[in-house]
């Protein structure tokens, strides 16, 4: 099934997809990163779907999912996923990072959702070892993959990522 992950470098909003994974903070109100990138590039629509997200809930906790329209993005979805802050690793960090990919495997199974791509979760100020985060992410997205989802994107934004995908799926691909 490794087939269908496919590794891209580059700008996750620049990507034509069904779903693009953003790697939100709690409060779904935009940030760094990728997360400010997602929020310029959709624009206001999705600030405001995040709004009533928050008014509803309260934001989204480590770990978990919301889903929004993608505004101006080449998507149809934004998949939010708050991954954790890497305090160490013994503070439950690689759990709550690989229940952040089954919540957004959740959301697109739920809205049967063919094409997506993910970002690297964590691995920016957030500061998740990058290999680490790669080898957690690659079993949680290997384990859900099934025949409806057609292609999962593994999009790194930097060399060092898309170095740390390209050697894991030479060796497990």
């Known amino acids: 099934m490794s087939d269908k992950i496919k590794l891209l470098q580059g700008d996750i909003t620049q990507i034509p997809v069904e779903a693009m994974v953003n790697a939100a903070n709690s409060s779904l109100l935009g ?9 310029r590039a959709g624009g206001k629509s999705i600030l405001e779907e995040c709004r009533a997200i928050r008014a509803r809930q309260g ?13 101006n993005l080449p998507a149809r979805y934004v998949i939010h996923t708050v991954g954790p802050v890497w305090n ?8 709550l990072l690989r229940s952040a990919y089954h919540r957004c495997f959740d959301l697109i ?24 985060a790669a080898e957690i992410a690659f079993e949680a997205i290997s384990a859900r993959l099934h025949e409806a989802v ?18 894991l799926l030479q060796q497990r691909g």
Do not use: M
């Not at 940030?31 to 929020?39: N, Q, R, S």
């Not at 809205?111 to 100020?125: D, Q, R």
């Not at 057609?150 to 050697?167: D, G, L, M």
């Open 150 to 167: 057609e292609q999962v994107n593994i999009v790194c934004f930097e060399q060092e990522s898309y170095a740390i995908w390209h050697n």
């Open 109 to 132: 199974d739920e809205h049967k959702i063919k094409s997506v791509s993910f970002p690297n979760i964590s691995t920016g100020i957030y500061r998740f070892p990058k290999t680490l």
């Open 31 to 39: 940030g760094g990163g990728v997360d400010g990138a997602i929020h």
């Open 88 to 95: 160490g690793g013994q503070n439950g960090e690689p759990d």
């Open 59 to 71: 934001g989204c906790k480590e770990g978990d999912a919301v889903i929004t329209g993608a505004g």
